[in-house]
T-cell receptor, first 117, second 113 residues
């Protein structure tokens, strides 16, 4: 299984709603990522989990709350979002850091298209 | 301030010809570079990578060239096929944080039959 899956594919929510995005991989990867991508812009890194611990938080507002329940799952909890948070949210995974710090390509899911009204 | 730039938002090429996609970077600490391909409604798919110890890496129809002195890399696709039509992103990373990739804004390639 070389796939990263994301649910839901599309999500429309109001500014007072609470919702969650889910990501799953079964490749044994130990690093997982959340990216945000606006139209015609590059993916912007939000969070990195390495061995189920949050290792990078790119100064993301607290209305976005990541969670890594186990090595295969990554959630992004959303609360009190703003219309400007509407974007494609991409999850990715990679083998994770080795002792030598070697690079590993990231495998991306198809994304969740989020619209905040 | 974007550290990785793709200055051509789009490129149109005839089937069978060469496609050349360009990417520039500003951070001299970057030493690992990747190209991703993205179809509509799908996530980016890894294509090819190159480490700074090399100046060329080839995989089938895809070749990436790295010019460290110019801080420039390019992706060559030969021969181009209609199925190559997609958005191509370059990305870079540095030893100080190998989990963090900096992406360019993408180039939309259209290969005409």
């Amino acid at each position: 299984d070389t796939e990263v899956t994301q649910t839901p594919k599309h999500l429309v929510m109001g500014m007072t709603n609470k919702k969650s995005l889910k990501c799953e991989q079964h490749m044994g990867h130990r690093a997982m990522y959340w990216y945000k991508q606006k139209a015609k812009k590059p993916p912007e890194l939000m969070f990195v989990y390495s061995y189920e611990k949050l290792s990078i938080n790119e100064s993301v507002p607290s209305r976005f709350s990541p969670e890594c329940p186990n090595s295969s799952l990554l959630n992004l909890h959303l609360h009190a979002l703003q219309p400007e948070d509407s974007a494609l949210y991409l999850c990715a995974s990679s083998q994770g850091p080795s002792g030598s710090g070697s690079y590993n390509e990231q495998f991306f899911g198809p994304g969740t298209r989020l619209t905040v009204l | 301030d974007q550290q990785v730039k793709q200055n051509s938002p789009s490129l149109s090429v005839q089937e069978g010809r060469i496609s050349i996609l360009n990417c520039d970077y500003t951070n001299s600490m970057f030493d690992y570079f990747l190209w991703y391909k993205k179809y509509p409604a799908e996530g980016p798919t890894f294509l090819i990578s190159i480490s700074s110890i090399k100046d060329k890496n080839e995989d089938g129809r895809f070749t990436v060239f790295l010019n460290k002195s110019a801080k420039h890399l390019s992706l060559h696709i030969v021969p181009s096929q209609p199925g190559d039509s997609a958005v191509y992103f370059c990305a870079a990373s540095s030893p100080s944080d190998f989990n963090k990739f900096y992406f360019g804004s993408g180039t939309k390639l259209n290969v005409k039959p």
